[in-house]
């Protein structure tokens, strides 16, 4: 039995568009995550019971979070995410003024 060769074919030649993480938002390129090393994430800080596991980083700003509080971001963002596909698809996210701009005509 012959072996193919699935090397790329035609898209062998194609050249690559430059990378624009202006594209996916103002900050996606700015956001990053900095571990916690030492007693920081080692020891609870009061009033919290539990260590910081590091910094979220977003637009040149540095928060540090603990494990809680991590998935608590990831619940609110997945939240948000939803809330928004929603609203989409039930056609919500029009500007509220344009609905008065329309006029309707009626016969009676």
């Known amino acids: 039995m012959k072996k193919q060769n699935h090397s790329g074919g035609s898209f062998k030649n194609q050249t690559r568009t430059k990378f624009e993480p202006q594209r996916f938002g103002k900050h996606w390129g700015t956001i990053s995550f900095k571990l916690a090393k030492g007693r920081k994430a080692m020891v609870p800080t009061e009033p919290s019971n539990q260590p910081l596991i590091g910094s979220l980083c977003i637009a040149g700003k540095e928060i540090e979070i ?43």
């Open 66 to 108: 603990t494990f809680s509080e991590a998935n608590k971001i990831m619940e609110t963002l997945n939240e948000a995410k939803h809330q928004y596909n929603v609203a989409k698809r039930m056609g919500m996210l029009a500007d509220p003024w344009t609905e008065d701009k329309i006029k309707v005509k009626t016969y009676e």
